[in-house]
């Protein structure tokens, strides 16, 4: 089996690169983790991947003028590691138009919440705020909008009554760390496509866990 080389984006702690370390290390994983990128040097994720024997490199946005400057040298980056697949995993910058137009379809995000609901930051809290009694997470194709895209994954999660922002956190990012490998599984190995702004090629067999969409493997 030939794997997808995939790059990954980070900010922060990296506990969805760390799934998808977790989730590689499997013989018949479609995917090999060839890079990670970080834009803040320090980054826990980093660690994450050095103890993985996972090449890192840091592009600090902070070095560059422009948007597109700092875009040029992540985009080097990754063509310079043979990347096929492109993961953002807590990475906390907006790209241009142009970058994503470069990586189009190649290109995955995951959100915190069952989009195109609760777009944006501060998810937990405002769906706490609203009253909503379902939640969730959605790995999607990026686009020059921010958390949109077509989707390629979701994990439902319901909101306790007495749910506080941060219980509602955690357990949406543990569906998160299940959702995020099986999503770049089904890109990574061929049996989903973009047509138009839809994913497609998904089977849906009968019995499916109504909590994701597609199931994820054993919870038929």
Known sequence: MTKKRVGVLISGRGSNLQALIEAAKAPDYPAKLALVVSNVAGAQGLARADDAGIPTQVVDHKAFASRPGFEAVLDE??????????????????????????????????????????????????VVEAGAKITGCTVHFVRAAMD???????????????????????????????????????????????EGEHVVGISRPEGENALFSPPLPGTL
Request: hydrophobic share 45%; with cysteine; charged share 20%.
């Open 148 to 194: 949109d895209g077509p989707i390629v994954a979701q994990a439902a999660v319901p909101v306790a009554p007495d749910d506080t922002e941060d219980s509602l956190a955690a357990r949406v990012l543990a569906a998160e760390h299940k959702l995020y490998p099986h999503a770049l599984r089904l890109v990574a190995s061929g049996d989903v496509r973009v």
């Open 77 to 126: 980056a990754l063509h310079g590691a043979g990347v096929d697949l492109l993961c953002n995993a807590g990475f906390m910058r907006l790209l241009t138009e142009d970058f994503v137009t470069r990586w189009l379809n190649r290109h995955l995000n995951i959100h915190p919440s069952l989009l195109p609901a609760f777009k944006g930051l501060n998810t937990h809290a405002r």
